[in-house]
């Protein structure tokens, strides 16, 4: 039994059955016994590994789509550039690295800036982007950012955003709860709360009883935040997440642990709990304060920026072992069996840019 399981049944059996979204937030980040504020997530000897732990190749393509977005945006000299949500800093550290190999001048005057709230990944962070000599900005929120021409990115940030869930029960939509049973395990039970219909995918009320919908008002808050920083002061955003392109029916709530998939009421706070990202539901908040949503896949648009090409660089002074290991980082980033199209990418931007990998 985790050490959270007994906190979650004392405050479901006083309070009654809790959100699903309250239920992810307290697994993810109580303060003592959250899976964030808790434990090191990342990499092999963690619970999963995101693409900038996968390849540099990741990162540098990034660092090189940075570089071409401020050069579109009119090169502002006043910029910052800013990652949410940047893990243990390692696409900071490959994007800088790219910057300043391609263009020097960029970092001369730029703000570098990371948004993170644990104390803990701020330190790690640190350690990792200190070989930079960089002046380095944390903070707690976007509003906290500079207010100035702002390129942002954040890759595997809304999955991790808690969600609300719908289920289907006699033709009516009921939100998901998370209830105690007769044992006092946790188990998910249909509660009153129902969505506002206009929300609901189209074909919501053909779909049979027991389906779930998903809905992220949390994550909208997020983009709404980061769309009205760039309406304001100029600049773009880049966003990279495993989801789907347009609303959809469907419980994509997941637990992962020692990167296999778990029971995602099993462990509350040992495992990371994710969802699939409604990116159309992202791009329609960003379009309405005025910017130009942009979505692809990842595989299209790692390839577009020369992801191949970067790949045979790196591999040309390797033996066939090294050859190999770029060969299969090159598979795992952009394969349409691996990460190359469960994974999407939206860039927000001002109307009338066309930003680099996303065709025309």
Known sequence: MSALTERLRALIATNGPISVSDYMALCLFDPEHGYYTTREPFGQAGDFTTAPEISQMFGELIGAWVLATWQALGAPSAVTLAEIGPGRGTLMKDMLRTLRRLQPAFLDNATIALVETSPRLRAMQHETLSAFDLPLRWHDDVAELPKRPLI????????????????????????????????????????????????????????????????????????????????????????????????????????????????????????????????????????????????TTQGDFLLALGLLQRAGQLGASLDEAGQQAIRDAVERLAGPDQMGTLFKVLAITPRGLAPAGFGR
């Open 152 to 295: 942002l990115i954040g890759n595997e940030l809304f999955d991790a955003v808690p969600i609300r869930q719908y289920v289907k029960v006699e033709s009516a939509w009921r939100e998901r709860l998370v209830a105690l049973d007769a044992h006092d395990d946790l188990t998910f039970v249909a509660g009153p709360g129902m969505p506002d219909a206009a929300l609901l995918p189209s074909d919501a009320m053909q779909a049979p009883d027991a389906s779930i919908v998903e809905l992220a008002p949390a994550r909208s808050a997020i983009m709404a935040a980061i769309a009205a920083h760039l309406a304001a002061h100029g600049g773009a955003g880049l966003f990279l997440d495993y989801g789907y392109l347009a609303p959809a029916i469907g419980d994509t709530l997941q637990a992962l642990r020692k990167h296999a998939f778990a029971d995602v009421l099993a462990e509350p706070g040992e495992a990371d709990l994710t969802a699939h990202v409604d990116f159309a539901a992202l791009a329609g908040v960003a379009e309405t304060a005025g910017l130009k949503a942009h979505l």
